[in-house]
């Protein structure tokens, strides 16, 4: 359960914390970011947010956490609901890939970047990456139960499809205008598409 924790003028709960410690990440980047810099934009002490998450460390994993868990939710939504696999698929793809201003991505090519000198953000960011493979293998696995799809390897194809959107994420958010939002759409379409012997047109 959230708790609330006490500020100067009125109260901010955790939750509060925690999105406030993304909007930092954004702006300064997870290895710039400070506990102080939080703090002082959360308007509490220093010493309130070592209370409630230990190390500086920790705060930063759990707030990529925080930010990571609001597009799994929707995962969640659309792997639980009655759409067919196909639909799933649409859904999956068009929500994983970079939109808007793409802040989430940024997080989460920053967060990799770390990953490999902080265990705890290492730990959070291989759960939570999991968690998108885990659930593109389970709807393709349905679909090919339907007749669906035509994939003999569900778990290589979801780990391909999902390769193949981080690293033209990537291009797309730190070398802007090298490839077009367009065009990423129509490469992982025709990628996946070819993994689930469909015609591209049928994941517009």
């Known amino acids: 359960m959230l708790t609330a924790v006490t500020r100067r ?23 710039n970011t400070r506990a102080a810099d939080v703090a002082a934009a959360a308007g509490v002490s ?14 930063l994993a759990q707030a ?8 799994l939710n929707r995962l969640d939504a ?6 067919t696999p196909l639909d799933k698929v649409r859904k999956i793809l068009r929500w994983y890939a970079p939109t808007g201003s793409a802040k989430s991505w940024s ?23 999991l968690r998108w493979k885990d659930a593109l293998t389970e709807v393709i696995e349905a679909g090919v139960d339907e007749g669906a799809f ?9 780990w391909r499809t999902i390769a193949l ?13 090298v490839i077009s939002r367009r065009q990423l ?8 598409a070819r993994e689930l012997g469909l015609d591209p047109a049928d994941l517009t």
């Open 9 to 31: 003028t009125g109260t901010v709960r955790l939750d509060v914390l925690l999105s406030t410690a993304c909007d930092v990440i954004v702006e300064r980047g997870l290895a």
């Open 46 to 59: 220093q010493a309130l947010v070592f209370y409630h998450f230990g190390t500086k460390e920790r705060l």
């Open 185 to 192: 759409g129509d490469w992982v379409r025709l990628a996946t």
């Open 165 to 177: 959107i981080d690293g033209l994420a990537v291009q797309l958010t730190v070398h802007q205008r």
């Open 107 to 129: 997080m989460w090519i920053d967060c990799w970047a770390e990953s490999l000198r902080v265990p705890e953000l290492e730990q959070v960011s291989r759960h939570l990456d």
């Open 78 to 83: 659309v792997i639980k609901s009655t759409a």
């Open 64 to 71: 990529f956490a925080y930010a990571a868990e609001q597009d």
């Open 150 to 158: 035509d994939c003999d390897d569900p778990v290589g194809a979801a």
